[in-house]
């Protein structure tokens, strides 16, 4: 086994896997199994479907994507559930990192096409876990209600191969196209992300987000779930 940078292992002030909650949360999930591949896998599938995808869940402070503080709320947006998975990782001795993509959506909905102004998603994120001498992706982001709504089949995830968004939904349309995977971090890069959405949405709109997260004080700013189906131009 290659030498591990030990970052991949140590807790963060945001990726808290020394949190009492992480710990025990994750000690419930794997059980008594030691294999590391099954605990990651478990651990995948728990926070895939426990934690519901939000996209209107707040992104400019580093307490939202806090593990602990996503594990309490139930849900968060692909990078939030990313630092969980993570987090519960390293609580199991897992080496962990958080990796990011630009992925242009193609089955989102139009509600959310509108608010930001384009398809691409700008620094999506992803889990990606030290196993059997590799790193390999997890992408536990969209939960299964959430895929059956959109047609598409859950991403599933066996600790051996990368798991990363279907390309087609069920019906044939595309679903996601990752149109360029960006760097790995060992914490959770919160100033680089606000940038990149500045960059690719444009400094006003993110601005605007930004206001209607600090007026609503924690209260959903809109029910994803119950959005209209986007089916492209």
Request: proline share 4%; hydrophobic share 35%.
């Amino acid at each position: 086994m290659k030498e591990i940078d030990e970052r991949a292992l140590m807790p963060t002030a945001i990726i808290d896997s020394d949190h009492e909650l992480i710990i025990n949360y994750a000690r419930d999930v794997v059980g008594r199994s030691i294999d590391p591949i099954e605990q990651a896998v478990k651990l995948y599938y728990v926070v895939r479907d426990d934690i519901w995808y939000d996209p209107y869940y707040p992104f400019y402070l580093p307490e939202h994507y806090r593990a602990s503080n996503v594990l309490k709320s139930g849900r968060g947006y692909c990078v939030c559930k990313a630092s969980l998975l993570c987090a519960l990782g390293r609580s199991r001795g897992i080496p962990s990192r958080i990796g990011f993509a630009t992925v242009r959506n193609h089955l989102a909905t139009k509600q959310l096409i509108e608010l930001l102004g384009s398809d691409l998603f700008v620094y999506h994120g992803f889990t990606e876990f030290y196993l059997e001498g590799k790193w390999i992706k997890a992408t536990p982001a969209f939960n299964k209600e959430l895929c059956h709504k959109h047609h598409v089949l859950p991403l599933e995830f066996n600790g051996r191969e990368d798991s990363i968004f279907q390309q087609y939904s069920l019906e044939g349309k595309r679903f996601m196209e990752y149109v360029a995977f960006n760097a790995t971090y060992y914490d959770i890069p919160v100033d680089t992300i606000v940038a990149a959405w500045e960059e690719g949405y444009g400094k006003d709109r993110v601005r605007e987000w930004m206001e209607g997260f600090e007026k609503a004080k924690g209260k959903p700013i809109a029910d994803f779930y119950s959005e209209e189906v986007w089916k492209g131009e």
